[in-house]
């Protein structure tokens, strides 16, 4: 006879360097950091007994997918599909053996910044019936569990506006369930969530504060209800997660890494927003009754191709150009190196250019902004830098603004982060205004590439916009 306990432990945000970098790191991830968490090497120090995610563990993933389980994508309500990219990375940090988050840079892939939960597992065993094949499997089942759990401590004042706070730990089950984030979380075959919109067959019902959670864990279930009703709505819709397993000290680990993304946890940016099901899918996604049937949720939107991104119908504001639209806001000459080209990602078009030192660009766009209030707020969705981040960020991206009876000097665009990020820009006037927007490096500099998914304007200040 043997007994055998497992401690578990799950860790959020913190940034380390991984154990070393390889001599040979792709492009790709060259551009976000030198010490990207897909080029560093195996810890030698850590004595891997198994190691990555089966095949016959993300078949049972996407055969959950397609029955529509697990609602990971909330805003939209999208089912989540398996992403080989995030996985790479993901399976990288696990056998680095580091419970610890490596930095956010050092995960980032180029469709956006990335989101990240860890789960530990320790064991002690006792007597000589223990078995390391059998201490080293994987249980996701108890792994993702423990992430969503601490929704217990959660409390409906946060949902509005992310924020740290002191008290429980919370910041794995926001990040589960963020609403901006695009490819998340895990599942195994014996459990499923379910979220609050009254057609689910689990469960009608909804949470008092306007908040529903339905968790069901084989056969436990953790309900609250009242007479809201509200769907949590997501956009996350990949995930790509590693596992180790190694021995430390006489006891052995189990460590779980899962990377998905846009990442979430945004300061003063809600968790999730409320509305109708279905009312704010993607067009390129059916939902309930347009998906022809084999939907176990009618709340669900599911896209059509899931190596596309999602697409949203065009917001109704003063200006809007994105790479994936093609319409009259759009219209732009380029003076200078005119080298842009489009890419096609998962996380969303956008337009990219390369530039050698010495060489500019600027786009000039034709449509004018005519503001209908006193001020008005240029919102850009961009990423930047060297294409070897090693070199350091030593190009230029500047706003340019013409007024026919007026005068603003330029404005440098900077950014905190070389992945995606969004700029809100309020500017202090309400008459007709042309944007131009120029990207420079200087001589003697490498290469640096700028990559733009929005531009977009709306009336008022920017601390009413909502990203």
């Known amino acids: 006879m ?5 401690r578990f432990y799950i860790l959020s945000l913190f940034c380390l360097v991984g154990w070393s970098n390889s001599q040979s790191c792709p492009a790709q991830y060259k551009r976000f950091t030198p010490r990207h968490t897909f080029c560093i090497r195996r810890n030698p120090r850590c004595d891997i007994k198994r190691s990555g995610v089966s095949q016959k563990e993300i078949e049972d993933f996407e055969n959950i997918r397609e029955k529509g389980g697990v609602p990971w994508e909330m805003n939209t309500g999208q089912l989540v599909v398996w992403d080989e990219q995030l996985a790479a990375v993901a399976q990288k940090w696990a056998e680095n053996c580091d419970f610890n988050h490596d930095c956010g840079e050092c995960r980032t892939v180029e469709n956006f910044a990335v989101g990240q939960n860890l ?32 929704v217990l401590g959660y409390q409906k004042d946060w949902l509005w506006s992310f924020e740290e706070h002191d008290g429980p730990q919370t910041g794995h089950f ?21 979220c ?19 968790f069901k864990f084989v056969s436990l279930f953790v309900i609250w209800s009242r007479s809201w009703r509200i769907v949590i709505w997501s956009r996350s819709w990949r995930i790509g997660c590693g596992y180790t397993s190694f021995k ?15 990442g979430g946890n945004v ?13 704010a899918c993607p067009i390129n996604s059916c939902c309930g009754s347009s998906c022809g049937g084999g939907l176990s949720y009618p709340g669900l939107c599911k896209i059509l ?7 949203y119908r065009k917001p109704s504001n003063l200006f809007f150009c994105g790479a994936s639209s093609n319409d009259e806001d759009c219209q732009a000459s380029v003076t200078g190196a005119n080298k842009w080209k489009k890419v096609k990602s998962v996380g969303g078009n956008y337009d990219s250019i390369v530039l050698k030192g010495g060489e500019s660009s ?23 830098g060297p294409v070897d981040a090693s070199r350091g960020d030593q190009s230029s991206f500047t706003a340019n603004f013409k007024m026919d009876y007026s005068f603003a000097s330029p404005m440098q665009i900077r950014s905190r982060t070389l992945s995606f990020t969004d700029i809100k820009i309020h500017l202090r006037w309400g008459v007709k205004t042309k944007i131009a927007f120029t990207f420079s490096v200087p001589r003697g500099a490498g290469r640096h590439v700028l990559d733009i998914r929005e531009i977009s304007a709306y009336d008022g200040p920017c601390d009413s916009l909502s990203i």
């Not at 043997?2 to 497992?6: L, V």
């Not at 003063?268 to 279905?278: A, F, I, R, T």
Request: with cysteine; charged share 20%; hydrophobic share 35%.
């Open 2 to 6: 043997f007994a055998t306990m497992w």
């Open 248 to 262: 430390e000290g006489g006891k052995y680990k189990r460590f779980y890494v899962c990377n998905y993304g846009p």
């Open 119 to 150: 789960v530990i597992q320790g064991s002690t065993c006792q007597g000589h019936g223990c078995k390391e094949d059998k201490l080293t499997q994987p249980n996701w089942q108890k792994a993702i569990k423990r992430l969503y759990e601490e």
């Open 267 to 279: 300061a003063e940016q809600p968790v999730y927003k409320n509305g109708q099901p279905c009312s």
């Open 174 to 194: 926001t990040q589960v369930i963020w609403s901006r984030s695009w490819r998340i979380v895990i599942w195994s075959r014996s459990w499923r969530i379910v």
């Open 196 to 214: 609050g919109y009254t057609s689910f067959k689990e469960c009608h019902i909804v949470l008092p504060f306007l908040f529903y959670f339905c």
């Open 362 to 384: 600027t786009v000039t766009f034709n449509k004018a902004i005519i503001p209908t209030k006193n001020s008005f707020c240029l919102l850009i969705k961009f990423q930047k």
């Open 305 to 311: 191709d899931p190596n596309t991104a999602p697409k």
